[in-house]
């Protein structure tokens, strides 16, 4: 079945940096699009940036919010995509999920201090 675990998370400055990982397991991983969404509190969940598969030559889309800050990867040896965040704002804070088309992962908390 597929299973998706994010990790990396944590407590960052305003300015600060992070990186999330998620590990796909349960299907040939090269052959999706990988997502990342978050979810503020009482907000609902919002697309933050999407990495097609290996067909579409990884093809890359951001969400206007985080464009020029937030990098996503992908290394399909390792079955992972990350989400590198550089210019975190207060606002970040949320929980961010790994997605494939219905499939979602637990999600790992990202905490932006002002």
């Known amino acids: 079945q597929v299973e998706l675990v994010e990790s990396g998370g944590g407590l960052v400055q305003d300015g600060g940096s992070l990186t999330l990982s998620c590990v796909a397991s349960?299907?040939?991983?090269?052959?999706?699009?990988m997502k990342w969404y978050r979810q503020a509190p009482g907000k609902e969940r919002e697309f933050v940036a999407g990495?097609?598969?290996?067909?579409?030559?990884?093809?890359?889309f951001y969400a206007d919010s985080v464009k020029g800050r937030f990098t996503i990867s992908r290394d399909n040896a390792k079955n992972t995509v990350y989400l590198h965040m550089n210019s975190l704002k207060p606002e970040g804070t949320a929980i961010y999920y790994c997605?494939?088309?219905?499939?979602y992962g637990q999600g790992t908390q990202v905490t932006v201090s002002s």
């Open positions: 990495i097609g598969s290996r067909e579409s030559g990884h093809s890359i």
């Open positions: 349960g299907f040939t991983f090269s052959e999706y699009s």
């Open positions: 997605n494939r088309n219905v499939f």
